[in-house]
C-alpha cells in the first residue's frame, strides 16, 4: 500500500556523455534536467548507475509530491538496469514509475501521455519493459521521422536542428509541466491539457 509520501520515481532516457547531450534520444535527460532545476536539486551519483535528485514538486514548502529524478548512465538500450535497481532500492512500485522519452511517431515537440503499452521499437523502453513490465506512465515527447531515407538510429543521434532549438526549450518545459500535472491532477486531467 502506498501513501502520500511514498516517491514517484521519474526516469528521463538517454545517453550517457557530452557528445550525446544535444541529441534527440536525449529529450528525457533535458526534461529530468529542467525538473531538477525546477526542485532546486542537483543530480548526484548513484550506485545503480544512474544520477539521481531527490525533492518535491511544487512551490517550496507546498508539500508537493516527492519525487527521485533519474538519468540512467548506462546506455539507452540498457536503461532498464538502472531503473530497476532504483525502483527496488526505493521500493518504487511500478505503479509510480514515469518515464520520458522521445517518440519517432509523433511530430516534433507533440506530447503523449499514457499509462503501459508497446515499446514501439524504442531500445530504452524495451528494456525497461523487460524487467518490469509494461504497466508504468509514458510521457512521450515527439521528434518525428528522419527525413527521406535516413536511418533511424542516426536520426535520433543527432542534435536537434536550428529550427528545432528555436522552439525546444518551450517544449521542454511543456513536458516537465506535464510530468507535474501527471503526478498532481492525475493521467486523465494530465492526458486533457497536454496530449496534442
Known amino acids: 500500500m502506498t501513501t502520500t509520501d511514498d516517491p514517484w520515481l521519474i526516469a528521463g ?41 531527490e525533492g518535491r514538486l511544487g512551490a517550496p514548502g507546498a508539500g508537493g509530491p516527492r519525487v527521485l529524478l533519474a538519468k540512467p548512465m548506462t546506455f539507452m538500450n540498457v536503461s532498464g538496469g538502472p531503473v530497476t535497481s532504483l525502483s527496488t532500492f526505493y521500493r518504487v512500485p511500478v505503479s509510480r514509475l514515469v518515464v520520458i522519452h522521445d517518440e519517432l511517431d509523433i511530430g516534433f515537440g507533440a506530447l503523449r501521455l499514457k499509462l503501459g503499452g508497446g ?61 507535474e500535472a501527471l503526478l498532481t491532477a492525475g493521467l486523465e486531467k494530465a492526458q486533457g491539457a497536454y496530449n496534442s
Open 13 to 53: 532516457l538517454g545517453n550517457p556523455g557530452p557528445q550525446y547531450a544535444a541529441n534527440r534520444h536525449n529529450v528525457g535527460f533535458m526534461v529530468a534536467d529542467l525538473l531538477a532545476r525546477r526542485i532546486g536539486g542537483r543530480f548526484t551519483s548513484h550506485k545503480s548507475r544512474a544520477m539521481l535528485c
Open 119 to 179: 515499446d514501439n521499437g524504442h531500445n530504452g523502453l524495451k528494456s525497461i519493459t523487460a524487467s518490469l513490465g509494461r504497466e508504468y506512465y509514458r510521457v512521450r515527447f515527439g521528434i518525428g521521422r528522419p527525413p527521406g531515407r535516413m536511418d533511424v538510429a542516426a536520426f535520433v543521434l543527432k542534435d536537434f536542428s536550428g529550427t528545432e532549438r528555436k522552439e525546444l526549450d518551450f517544449l521542454v518545459d511543456r513536458a516537465a509541466d506535464a510530468v
